[in-house]
């Protein structure tokens, strides 16, 4: 083991010191460029992960069998319902979806499914009307903040009228704050939210997946954020990985304020220990 360890430490230096030669030269920072995003990837960061593999992550830690209530927070077109049905055959699914048109494909595709409700509301840490900011009608990344990523020609110019509701008032008012097993967050930068809202409730909750990229420059957010609050209410964070591999934040760094789509997982301690 420690002859692992010192062989990765060595190859991390060298890696190090190739880029310290490279940067030397101008006409090679495309290669350093590159060369960082292939680094990051491997550490999964904006590395290529769907929702089999999300899922996949997810079932390790719960049991497949049990009776399991299960909060999928942007349903989309309900590709990741679909993979929770294929893999906890007893569970409860309760999909939110704030678009009307979207809700409707939803409520199609599952009528006659008993397991899965589906709520027409986007979810923050306040209840009222709100607006929905989209690229166009299929657009996956719709968000409650109005931002523009003018390098990726992306605008959000197209608004849509919604509702909006406190999950912690949906959660005792319909549920009576019974114990969740995953809340799964794909909110386009208001994940925090969601969870700040959640704080003094956190212990009843299994696991909570969310995602932290560029929607986070929007909504001013920063992974220290959600570092502090799973910290302090005993959870440990999971990054996952295309090699189907979950990596452990020990610690919090700078380098994690990574602002490119990255999918997390935050575990209840009591799971784990």
């Not at 993979?83 to 999909?95: D, P, Q, Y």
């Not at 605008?155 to 959660?171: G, P, R, V």
């Amino acid at each position: 083991m420690e002859n692992i360890r010192g062989f990765k430490k060595y190859i991390l230096k060298a890696i190090k010191l190739f880029i310290i030669l490279l940067s030397n030269f101008g006409r090679n920072q495309k290669i350093i460029y590159n060369l960082l995003i292939w680094i990051n990837i491997q550490q999964g960061k904006n590395a290529p992960i769907n929702n089999e593999m999300e899922v996949d992550f997810v079932s390790r830690f719960l049991d497949l069998d049990k009776e399991l209530l299960l909060i999928d927070v942007g349903g989309h077109q309900g590709s990741y319902t679909d993979e929770l049905l294929k893999n906890f055959s007893n569970a409860k699914i309760i999909l939110f979806e704030p678009s009307k048109s979207k809700y409707e494909i939803l409520v199609e595709k599952y009528k006659e499914n008993k397991k899965v409700s589906i709520e027409n509301f986007a979810i923050s840490n306040f209840s009222g009307k709100g607006k929905l900011y989209l690229n166009n009608n299929a657009d996956s990344l719709a968000t409650l903040y109005k931002r523009e990523e003018k390098n990726r020609d992306r605008y959000f110019a197209l608004e849509e009228d919604i509702e909006i509701i406190k999950f912690s008032d949906f959660w005792s008012a319909e549920l009576n704050f019974q114990r969740i097993d995953l809340i799964k967050l794909d909110i386009e930068g208001s994940e925090f939210n969601v969870i700040k809202d959640l704080e003094n409730n956190l212990s009843k909750i299994n696991l909570i997946q969310f995602e932290f990229g560029e929607a986070n420059i929007g909504s001013r957010i920063f992974f220290k954020d959600f570092w502090n609050i799973f910290n302090l209410n005993n959870f440990t964070i999971f990054r996952y990985t295309h090699k189907r591999n979950l990596i452990k934040v020990k610690n919090y760094t700078e380098y994690d304020e990574f602002f490119r789509y990255t999918n997390y997982l935050a575990v209840n301690n009591k799971l784990i220990n």
